[in-house]
């Protein structure tokens, strides 16, 4: 029906469009832990752990890790702590410790954590430790890797799209214009895109990975009340220079106002199961 009111070309646009909704829909329902957040995930689960653990392999391999025994037992006492009592303790959960002044950390999809040795300079205690591990196993657990992966799938697929709808339906304009036009056009789409899309929303999962990691934290019986005090220290130690951990992060004065905002409520969790 719909081929006989609408050209041949848009009809096809318009089923690709909703074939690629339904299977969006399909593969992508889901909702995060602790915050119940519905996300849009384009990567099946079963994915997760094969990337995670090539991306991890590809960054350790141009990392100098760190021998430590002490640094490498504590993030792993405090890791596989906080990652047994997280919805996905049958993870392949790695934790390996990196030589590096910078105090940061990172997590991959499947359980693939990164702490590097600057973060002691920040973290002071075990209970400090367990607030970076603890956010860093919400990345992991909450699938923000994927989500943000598939966010960026989505905007590619809107450029083009945007781009297909403002060529010229004029047969026989000069071919040569066109590419750079359209690469100009498509850079400043980008960027946009990137300012009102991806950047707000990288913030939003660094507030669900500490609303998250907070919570797992007084779970594994870690005082939740120092991840402030973790996150005055890094604000003590950044200056202007913020430490990567922090770029795309909310400002650590929001940070720290919503972590003092969610302990009180997380006490009662802590002291049940504090050791
Ligand atoms: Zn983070």
Known sequence: MMG???????????WWGAACLALGLLVACQTAPITGRSQFILIPESSDAALGLEAYNAILAESEISNDP?????????????????????????FTVIKDDNPNAFALP?????VN???????????????????????????????????AVLVQAGLAAILAASKPKEEGQPAEAEPNQNAIYLQVLAAAATLAFILPFS?????????????????????????VALWKN???????RMPEFLSTHPLPDTRIQRLEALAPSMMPIYEANRR
Do not use: C
Not at 4 to 14: E, G, H, M, T, V
Not at 110 to 114: A, C, I, P, S
Not at 208 to 214: C, L, N, P, T, V
């Open 70 to 94: 002490a640094l490498n037992g504590r993030v792993r006492e405090v890791g596989h702590r906080i990652a047994a009592i997280s919805p996905n303790p049958d993870f392949d959960w790695r």
């Open 234 to 240: 890094f604000k003590a130690a950044g200056g202007n």
């Open 203 to 227: 913030r939003d999962q660094e507030s669900e990975a500490d609303h998250i990691g907070i919570r797992y934290m007084a779970e594994a019986g870690y005082d939740p009340r120092q991840s």
């Open 4 to 14: 006989k009111f609408l050209p041949r070309r848009l009809a096809a646009k318009a």
């Open 117 to 151: 040795t600057g973060l002691f300079t920040v973290a002071k205690n075990d209970d400090q430790l367990a607030a970076v591990m603890a956010h860093e196993v919400g990345h992991a657990v909450a699938r923000h890797g994927a989500e943000r992966v598939s966010r």
């Open 110 to 114: 499947g359980g693939k954590v990164g």
